[in-house]
């Protein structure tokens, strides 16, 4: 047996058993298998190391835990690995922790052979706990990210030096998380033994709540933990929102690490200013750095996406159908994978090609329904319908109220709906100059932000206009 391979498949079983990432990381992923032999009595016994003497010491109680849970997680583990369970005991002993250099800002390359524990086996996480399909070669970018897909590649090439704190943010969904661990892979991948740590907010808060609950010495092995980190990678900062002891401790962490010239990258769903609750030293720090932002991708930037990821799972999927998933799914990302992955299932399961009605029942049943092409004719017919006005009026010359705010309304919308230039507009509105449309859609502009009754009604009208 391979000790490597048992222990790997056993720390799977456990990761689902025990409560919490800190439980975790600290009383399992951090013991470093060493061989597996057998004891006076023949029995297997897999050994362990540790560089925590309080780990070594909960582990060598047999009615510790950790023990009780291994025993079991070990037969299932064989069985699936060799076909056949077998009763291994765990035999974690404490070896004093040698110093370790850390060459952090990266300048060498460390190879990490397949299975082989990074050098510092220590409790930081490594290249398995992130996602390895979140990099930079497999995201794809566009002008509603290209400044943050730049800045992260510029701090994982030199972290700790000029962005710090990297923040993306920006709605759900949008390639926030993917983006950042991108840069995460990316460090991990020049050199293996880096400490990198990737948690959720929620994380942090449960590992922090948990060590104060076990007491000074956890609390102590929680700040060495998280403030000695090279790449410190924080998800959805904005869930520190009211919780004043979890931000003091955060503040404390991030000061640690900065003051290193170490790198932190977070994300939020909005800018640190408007993070409600959030202490205003936290704001100026998560401000001091970079903030970049990721808005909703346009249709040729969801049609790219769609045909990245079918290339990748080598995947023919038509090209009409594919614009026929981009059209219908604007809302983000996430959906549009999820929207994906049920084509790919259909195909795979009904072993039929797939065409634009299948991908159209499919999108009816998860609700979403392809957008009609918006253009100036049904905006000006759905304007005139909802001012009681008739399209010649739109398009003609008349100068009264009653005629000409439809009629701007209609320009202002055919400029933000559609994708005509002023001149082709102008010209659609019977033949009137650019300079007017420009002058129409700045006037209504001016209005909404002062005229909640306008606002509602083009907000209306808009809706009509995707029906
Ligand atoms: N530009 C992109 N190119 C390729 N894949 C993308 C892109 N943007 C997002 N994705 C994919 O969309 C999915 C959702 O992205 P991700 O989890 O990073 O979103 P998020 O912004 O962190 O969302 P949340 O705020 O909900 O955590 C992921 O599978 C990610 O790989």
């Known amino acids: 047996?391979?000790?490597i391979q048992v222990w790997n498949a056993i720390k799977d079983l456990l990761h689902d058993d025990v409560i919490g990432e800190f439980a975790f990381s600290t009383y399992v992923d951090s013991l470093t298998p060493v061989a597996i032999s057998a004891d006076e009595n023949n029995t297997t016994v897999l050994q362990l190391t540790t560089s925590q003497e309080e780990v070594a010491k909960e582990w060598q109680n047999s009615n510790s835990l950790y023990y009780s849970k291994f025993v079991p997680a070990a037969m299932t583990a064989t069985l699936t690995l060799y076909g056949q369970p077998q009763f291994v005991k765990p035999l974690v002993t404490y070896t004093k922790p040698q110093p370790v250099k850390t060459d952090f800002p990266i300048t060498q390359t460390v190879e990490q052979g397949e299975g082989e524990l990074p050098t510092n086996a220590s409790t930081f996480i490594t290249k398995a706990t992130l996602n390895p399909e979140f990099r930079f070669d497999t995201f794809v970018s566009s002008d509603e990210n290209r400044e943050a897909y730049s800045v992260a590649q510029a701090v994982a090439d030199n972290p700790g030096t000029q962005w710090n704190p990297l923040l993306i943010y920006g709605g759900v969904g949008l390639g926030k998380t993917h983006l950042m661990?991108?840069?995460?892979?990316?460090v991990l991948a020049r050199q293996a033994n880096a400490k990198v740590k990737f948690i959720t907010t929620e994380d942090f808060i449960n590992d922090f709540t948990e060590a104060l609950r076990r007491g000074p010495k956890a609390t102590e092995a929680f700040k060495r933990e998280?403030?000695?980190?090279?790449?410190?990678m924080v998800d959805d900062v904005q869930f520190l929102s009211g919780k004043e002891k979890i931000q003091e401790e955060f503040f404390n962490t991030f000061n640690a690490i900065t003051r290193e010239n170490n790198q932190i990258v977070l994300t939020s769903d909005k800018l640190p200013k408007e993070i409600p609750g959030l202490e205003m030293r936290l704001v100026t720090r998560f401000g001091q750095?970079?903030?970049?932002?990721i808005t909703k991708p346009d249709l040729p930037t969801r049609v790219a996406i769609l045909r990245n990821k079918s290339d990748q799972e080598g995947l023919n999927i038509p090209n009409d159908v594919i614009d026929e998933i981009a059209a219908a799914v604007d809302t983000n990302v996430r959906d549009l994978e999820g929207v994906f992955n049920q084509v790919v299932g259909k195909m795979r399961f009904s072993n039929a090609p797939i065409t634009v009605d299948t991908a159209r029942s499919i999108l009816e049943t998860m609700n979403f329904k392809r957008q009609r092409a918006i253009t100036i004719p049904i905006i000006q017919d759905i304007v005139a319908r909802y001012y009681d006005v008739t399209v010649s009026d739109i398009n003609g010359k008349k100068r009264n109220k009653e005629i000409v705010v439809p009629r701007q309304v209609a320009m202002y919308?055919?400029?933000e709906m559609t994708q005509d230039s002023l001149p082709q507009i102008g010209r659609?509105?019977?033949?009137?100059?650019?300079?007017t449309v420009m002058h129409s859609t700045e006037k209504i502009e001016k209005i909404l932000g002062e005229d909640i009754t306008l606002e509602h009604q083009v907000q209306e009208i808009r809706e009509r206009l995707k029906e």
């Open 181 to 186: 661990q991108a840069i995460g892979n990316a």
């Open 428 to 435: 659609a509105f019977g033949g009137k100059d650019h300079t």
């Open 413 to 415: 919308l055919a400029r």
């Open 289 to 293: 750095g970079y903030s970049a932002n």
């Open 1 to 3: 047996m391979d000790p």
């Open 226 to 232: 998280y403030r000695s980190t090279d790449l410190l």
